[in-house]
Nanobody, 127 residues
Framework: QVQLVESGGGLVQAGGSLRLSCAAS????????MGWFRQAPGKEREFVAN???????????DYADSVKGRFTISRDNAKNMAYLQMNNLKPEEAAVYYC?????????????????WGQGTQITVSS
């Protein structure tokens, strides 16, 4: 069982930056791929980024096309933490951002691939 708690949301001006954090419980955090999704009002929850192990100490990060070059996902296994650094935020990126953990194989861009979800943190971007 893994419990996830997001933090770092808030109000930011367009073009600004925020860093989201995801605190995970459990002793096998390093075995899970970690993902970030977001959901705006009236829209489907969509993939933002994931990071997963591809070697002994090598991790691979994957991003939605819309955030490439502006968002960076990272993790600290020693602290059971995942992060999402978001730069140059746009008003249309206002949403609830969710952290998720996956023990499955696959692209990790799809919601069913994730086993555990946090409660989300709200991001508001003013224009």
């Amino acid at each position: 069982q893994v419990q996830l708690v997001e933090s770092g949301g808030g109000l930011v001006q367009a073009g600004g930056s925020l860093r989201l954090s995801c605190a995970a419980s459990g002793r096998t955090f390093s075995n899970y791929a970690m993902g970030w999704f977001r959901q705006a009002p009236g829209k489907e929850r969509e993939f933002v980024a994931n990071i997963r192990r591809i070697g002994d100490r090598t991790y691979y990060a994957d991003y939605a096309d819309s955030v490439k070059g502006r968002f960076t996902i990272s993790r600290d296994n020693a602290k059971n933490m995942a992060y999402l650094q978001m730069n140059n935020l746009k008003p249309e990126e206002a949403a609830v951002y969710y952290c998720a953990a996956s023990s499955r194989y696959g692209s990790r861009q799809l919601r069913p691939e994730y086993d555990y979800w946090g409660q989300g943190t709200q991001i508001t971007v003013s224009s």
